[in-house]
């Protein structure tokens, strides 16, 4: 079991910048992805951002965030990082730390959810 912490979210207007971390309960090392999510109002929740045990080339961005949103891990910290720049009214959502472990069965974890708002 890990448990997962997710905060700096916030309101800011069109065009700036926001940096979401999420903290784990214990180490990250084992967890083969961790990732970003989001669920605006009325939608699905949503990839943003994945990064594997793999390093920088096990990265993925949805093609709404790329070349916005930057996501990392540290391994040494348990944190997960997602830096925003750029941010559009249709960014706002709830963002959601997730972290998946493969095995004999798959364990998915998720925070509670950070709020993002962008205005116009």
């Known amino acids: 079991q890990v448990e997962l912490v997710e905060s700096g979210g916030g309101l800011v207007q069109a065009g700036g910048s926001l940096r979401l971390s999420c903290a784990a309960s214990k180490s990250i090392v084992d967890i083969n992805i961790m990732g970003w999510y989001r669920q605006a109002p009325g939608e699905q929740r949503k990839v943003v951002a994945l990064h594997g045990d793999g390093g920088s080339g096990s990265i993925y961005y949805a093609n709404s965030v790329a070349g916005r949103f930057t996501i990392s891990r540290d391994n040494a910290k348990n944190a997960m990082y997602l830096q925003m720049s750029s941010l559009k009214p249709e960014d706002t959502a709830v963002y959601y730390c997730?972290?998946?472990?493969?095995?004999?069965?798959?364990?998915?974890?998720w925070g509670q959810g950070t709020q993002v708002t962008v205005s116009s």
């Open positions: 997730h972290a998946k472990v493969f095995g004999r069965q798959d364990s998915d974890y």
